[in-house]
């Protein structure tokens, strides 16, 4: 989907689609109003027969409206206006995204950055409503036989010009390459993307933009540095593992980057500890992970993000096999720790714990996240709207809470206190894989804590909110949006952006 700007007024342009928003008690609004007066009182008419939709995130189609030269209008229900804050709006946004999607619309005119959001500007309702349009007009299709009356896709959406409004498009577009590259990677299916793919990605990407370089260690690179957590992962499977590192080198030279790094398990079985057969085919998102950091990863070579960051990607298959690592196994990882494994199905934590230590040790970062569908206990905890977020760095937890409201990308802080850590003790080797029922989440916390050698960390567990759970099943994208929004605010915040 393109994004552009028009300078013709609202009712006069010939577009397929002219997009307006209402709110649930106050009646028609902005743009709304003024549709409603060309139009002739077509738009109160319809809410005095309560038409109208009435309720938050409902739609309504409406065809050949007089005086307005649009095909169709699309009319959004943004809930109540007390209520209307960023992510209410980017809901809002997305189901105007998802009627589009199953009109025959091929161009469409958004009027929704008019609406009053609390605490978010005009430039941010213009930069979010690009991104949430595009990402509604996604469907899978990689690898599934078109049917001849699928709707087509946007191909054109424009907003009114205004100061900025062009730039903040242009961002747009760039953030959303980035979750598009992220979901095209969780949703494609284990078979095509495996961690060679992975590794093939970041180096097309590399290959792609100036400034983005690549370094890929393989098996036998990993086992001379003593990487045997990572590799004892991979070694049930007939996939080569890896680990990926992708350098965008937008700062001064010399400067600390900033570090992601993320969980690329292509698929998860659980290994000898056999997960059960209803929905293991769910965990090839089990690299979504490693997906937001490739996507993060384009985002901010798209945008010239002036700062270094640097995204690392463990890309590894669990898999059960003669050869497979087993429960009771003692493993000494990259930093001579030793590890009892209790469950080869918490394996993310495994291959983290090298990439942890690795990209500290060699990344050297300011400050470095890791991003991992972790535990079945976040999706418990949190469900999908919240990524949880555990680090003993109060600072580094504002940062990324911050970024998550800032982009409606959410996430909640779960605590990482070392009393969490004696879950993890083991009379056999300086700590096992696995932390019992209590607290699932946080004792994953606390083992990924044991590989970060003093650097400023925080972990993001996504096992929730890296998928779209429900009907129209795919990966959601998440959290692209807020790791982009974090590593903007740390290179100066938007406005320090050219776009
Ligand atoms: N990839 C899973 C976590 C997961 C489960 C994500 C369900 C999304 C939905 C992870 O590797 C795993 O299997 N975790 C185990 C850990 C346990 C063995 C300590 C889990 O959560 O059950
Ligand atoms: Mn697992
Ligand atoms: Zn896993």
């Known amino acids: 989907m393109q994004l552009t700007t028009s300078q013709i007024a609202a009712s006069s342009i010939p577009t397929d689609c002219l997009i307006i928003g209402i709110l649930e008690d106050g009646g028609l609004s902005g743009a709304a109003a003024e549709i409603d007066n060309v139009s002739d009182g077509a738009l109160s008419r319809l809410a005095d027969s309560a038409d109208l939709p009435k309720k938050a995130g409902q739609t309504l189609m409406l065809h050949g409206l007089p ?17 209307l804050d960023g992510p209410a709006f980017v809901r809002g946004v997305q189901a105007a995204g998802k009627a589009l999607r199953q009109s025959p619309a091929k161009s469409a005119h958004c009027l929704l950055d008019c609406i009053d959001v609390k605490n978010c500007d005009h430039a941010w309702r213009v930069r979010q409503a690009g991104i949430a349009l595009t990402h509604a007009d996604y469907i ?29 498009l242009k961002l747009a577009e760039a953030i959303a390459a980035g979750v598009q590259r992220c979901r095209d ?16 990605t970041a180096r097309q990407m590399a290959a792609e933009h100036d400034g983005l370089s690549v370094e890929i260690l393989d098996e036998a690179q990993m086992t001379e540095l ?62 979504g992970g490693a997906a937001a950091t490739i996507g993060t990863m384009e985002a901010i070579a798209r945008l010239k993000l002036p700062m270094n960051v640097d995204g690392v990607v463990a890309a590894v298959e669990n898999m059960p096999d003669g050869k497979a690592y087993r429960p009771g196994d003692v493993i000494t990882a990259m930093n001579g720790k030793t590890i009892e494994v209790h469950n080869t199905d918490a394996e993310g934590r495994m291959v983290l714990a090298d990439a942890l230590y690795w990209t500290g040790q060699n990344v050297k970062p300011a400050k470095m996240v890791d991003i991992a569908t972790l535990t079945g206990a976040c999706v418990v905890a949190l469900g999908a709207h919240a990524s949880g977020i555990m680090t003993q760095d109060d600072e580094l937890a504002d940062e990324l809470l911050t970024a998550g409201l800032q982009s409606a990308d959410r996430g909640w802080r779960l605590p990482l206190w070392d009393e969490y850590q004696a879950q993890i003790e083991t009379p056999f080797a300086d700590m096992k894989n696995l932390g019992g029922m209590p607290a699932g989440s946080i004792t994953a916390g606390c083992f990924l804590s044991r590989f970060t050698d003093g650097q400023r960390w925080a972990h993001i567990d ?38």
């Open 67 to 83: 005086g307005v030269a649009a095909k169709r209008v699309l009319v959004v229900n943004f809930g109540k206006a007390e209520k």
């Open 462 to 499: 996504i096992a929730g909110s890296a998928w779209n759970w429900g009907k129209a099943e795919s990966a959601s994208g998440r959290p692209v949006g807020l790791l982009v929004e974090w590593l903007v605010s740390n290179a100066g915040g938007w406005n320090a952006i050219a776009g």
């Open 226 to 287: 003593g990487m045997n957590a990572l590799l004892a992962v991979g070694v049930g499977s007939e996939n080569p593992s890896y680990l990926v590192r992708l350098s965008w080198r937008g700062g001064k030279d010399g400067e600390a980057p900033l570090a992601m790094v993320g969980k690329g398990i292509t698929f998860d079985t659980g290994g000898i500890s056999l997960k059960p057969r209803e929905l293991m085919e769910q965990m090839k998102f089990d690299m």
């Open 185 to 200: 990677l969780a949703d494609a299916p284990p078979n095509i993307c495996n961690p060679a793919y992975l590794a093939e």
């Open 140 to 168: 899978y299709t990689a690898t599934k036989t078109p049917k001849a009356h699928d709707a087509p896709a946007t191909e054109t959406v424009s907003f009114a010009d205004a100061d900025g409004v062009a730039n903040q």
